[in-house]
Nanobody
Framework: VQLQASGGGLVQAGGSLRLSCAAS????????KGWFRQGPGKERVFVAG????????YYADSVKGRFSISRDNAANTMFLQMNSLTPEDTAVYYC???????????????????WGPGTQVTVSS
């Protein structure tokens, strides 16, 4: 199973980026999907999730209203649309999937089985 994230880059504050995560070797349709990020010297934290059982989306408070997680089952790809970016959003962003995550664990990196290598997002002020 391979997840490959793309779409990161350098953007000015207030701008937008759309991250993509394409999967191979596994169908994402039945998985819980998540995006995490890790800033310099910080731990990896939950950003957004799409729970497999109910199809609902969940967000960290810091990105609620600005970020949106989605998927394209036909393309076996998940997305993270990021709007109104701030320098505090600067981090390496990781996509992840899980066939076993329960709702209460959706924000925990330990609940995810497969990870992409990460893509850098840098927001300049």
């Amino acid at each position: 199973v391979q997840l490959q994230a793309s779409g990161g880059g350098l953007v000015q504050a207030g701008g937008s980026l759309r991250l993509s995560c394409a999967a191979s070797g596994r169908t994402l349709r039945s998985d819980t999907k998540g995006w995490f990020r890790q800033g310099p010297g910080k731990e990896r934290v939950f950003v957004a999730g799409l729970f497999r059982n109910n199809g609902r989306t969940y967000y960290a408070d810091s990105v609620k209203g600005r970020f949106s997680i989605s998927r394209d089952n036909a393309a076996n790809t998940m997305f993270l649309q990021m709007n109104s970016l701030t320098p505090e959003d600067t981090a390496v962003y990781y996509c992840a999937t899980s066939a076993r995550a329960i709702l209460s664990s959706i924000t925990s990196p330990d609940a995810y089985d497969y990870w992409g290598p990460g893509t850098q997002v840098t927001v300049s002020s």
